[in-house]
């Protein structure tokens, strides 16, 4: 299965081998930006421009949401999950940490727009990419500022970096076409 979600403000679950829609989820009032599977694939998370996170039950048939995060006053941009933990990025500039399971959350601010976010293998670093031309290496649980890395200019377009499958390096793109590597 794989999921699709954009302008048209509605995610859809699809069957890859028939490519087929298998559910159409609701709720969501601009567009979608990112969406992706959470808890061992039994939700779906997805954020907008109408400033929400939404979960979907992909158990259940119901293709309402079925919790509604809405504690970011601008766009979401990006989520990462690890465990029961949901992390989404907004232009707003901050990071919020949801657990799901316990129905809590945090907040870290970044001061500038968040584009992405991706988490080491080990769940305990966050790489922050942001518009003011920084990404920034953060240990999870303190939000703790460990690095940063510059050099691919800031832009407003929708930079993503990325963490190597090793976590040994730090991949992210420019507006030229380029692609940096830090260690």
């Given amino acids: 299965r794989i999921v699709s979600a954009g302008a048209d403000r509605t995610p859809l679950l699809w069957d890859v081998p028939t490519a087929q829609i298998i559910r159409r989820f609701k709720g969501h009032s601009m567009r979608i930006n990112v969406a992706t599977f959470a808890c061992g694939s039994t939700l779906l998370a997805t954020g907008s421009d109408d400033r929400s996170v939404r979960l979907f039950d992909l158990r259940g048939r119901s293709n309402d949401a079925i919790d509604v995060l809405l504690q970011a006053s601008d766009s979401v941009q990006c989520l990462a999950i690890f465990q029961n933990f949901i992390f989404s990025g907004s232009v707003d500039g901050s990071i919020r940490v949801y657990d799901v399971r316990m129905g ?34 953060l240990e999870r649980a303190s939000g703790e500022l460990l690095n940063m890395y510059s050099g691919h200019g800031a832009c407003d377009v929708k930079l993503e970096a990325r963490l190597t499958g090793d976590d040994r390096h730090v991949l992210c793109g420019d507006a030229k076409g380029r692609m940096h590597i830090w260690d």
Avoid: A, E, Y
């Fill in 104 to 137: 809590m959350f945090h907040s870290d601010d970044c001061g500038s727009s968040v584009t992405s976010l991706d988490l080491s293998k080990d769940g305990k670093c966050m790489l922050v990419s942001c518009t003011d031309g920084w990404i920034r290496m």
